[in-house]
């Protein structure tokens, strides 16, 4: 049972078909959990309304903490300056919410992330702090507790000026290399995963399924080299009318948790389970082909 678990999908413009499938496949590995969506505005949110999911406003969930923030922020990235804000704001949109009802445990999941397991059965293998990582990346991490530490990391950093100054520099520097540099959510993450203890990272190797960080990762599994990066391979089984995905390693299979489409891995995030119809073995065995085959995954 999973019903005191909220998970959290922040999203800003058009809503993609990869975050229905997202949503969806929470549904129905987590049918008792409850899906928050927090959109800026309400545009085809109702085609989701049958994944029994609440939606709320980014407008509803302002805090003296996320204006400060606004005032503060300077863009040193790449990136837009719209995303950047963005992932840094729902942070702070997070802890709002968890101030609402601090009892629940929250999940903040990416858009491209689907879920293929009870994420209750993860609860006792997490570390003891607020804020819990499934590996680099903020994909799906846990929030059980006051993550104001973190807020106020992101404040003082963007009031110094020292700081904002070294990192223009580097952004500068770096900018037309392979090793660019970007100010904004990842950079931040990992210089406060270094100085506290209430952010730590979980292990992804767990009984109940390896918790992917990324498709593109090999991560010790069997992979495919297509032409710009790899791409982990992937068993696909029917297990209780749910299709269901394992990574292979030394031959061996090792159920997965939940898959990380990231990047071009967005292409091929389909609909693996439909809540009220049961998965066809033609589907799997084209989704064995596609994951499996090099040359059939290149066309992907």
Not at 175 to 193: A, C, P, Q, V, W
Not at 241 to 263: M, T
Request: proline share 5%; with cysteine; glycine share 6%.
């Amino acid at each position: 049972m999973n019903a005191d678990i909220t998970f959290l999908f922040f999203h800003y413009g058009k809503l993609p078909q990869y975050l229905h499938n997202a949503i969806e496949q929470v549904r129905v590995f987590n049918p008792e959990a409850e899906i928050l969506l927090i959109t800026e505005d309400a545009e085809k949110v109702t085609a989701l309304r049958p994944f029994n999911i609440i939606h709320r406003r980014t407008a509803e969930l302002g805090s003296p903490e996320l204006n400060l923030f606004k005032q503060r922020y300077r863009h040193i990235s790449c990136f837009k300056e719209k995303y950047e804000r963005f992932v840094l704001e729902r942070w702070f949109m997070t802890e709002t919410l968890r101030r609402e009802r601090p009892d629940r445990t929250y999940i903040m999941q990416d858009s491209d992330v689907a879920v293929f397991g009870d994420a209750s059965n993860l609860l006792p293998l997490l570390p003891d702090c607020p804020i819990s990582m499934s590996g680099p990346n903020p994909h799906f991490t846990f929030i059980r507790g006051n993550i104001g530490e973190f807020l106020q990391f992101i404040l003082d950093y963007y009031a110094d000026e020292q700081r904002l100054a070294a990192a223009q520099k580097l952004f500068e520097e770096r900018r037309n290399s392979d090793n660019i540099y970007n100010l904004g959510e990842m950079t931040l993450l990992f210089e406060f995963l270094e100085k506290s203890e209430s952010m730590q990272m979980f292990d992804t190797d767990t009984l109940h399924g390896y918790v992917d960080t990324n498709l593109h990762m090999p991560e010790g599994f069997a992979f495919m080299q297509l032409r710009r990066r790899p791409r982990k391979k992937v068993q696909w089984r029917i297990e209780d009318g749910r299709v269901v995905p394992y990574f292979l390693r030394g031959g061996d299979p090792k159920r997965a948790f939940l898959v990380h489409f990231q990047g071009p891995g967005k292409r091929v995030f389909y609909r693996f389970n439909r809540i009220g119809r049961t998965p066809r073995c033609l589907f799997v065995g084209w989704l064995n082909a596609l994951y499996q085959n090099k040359a059939l995954a290149s066309l992907s």
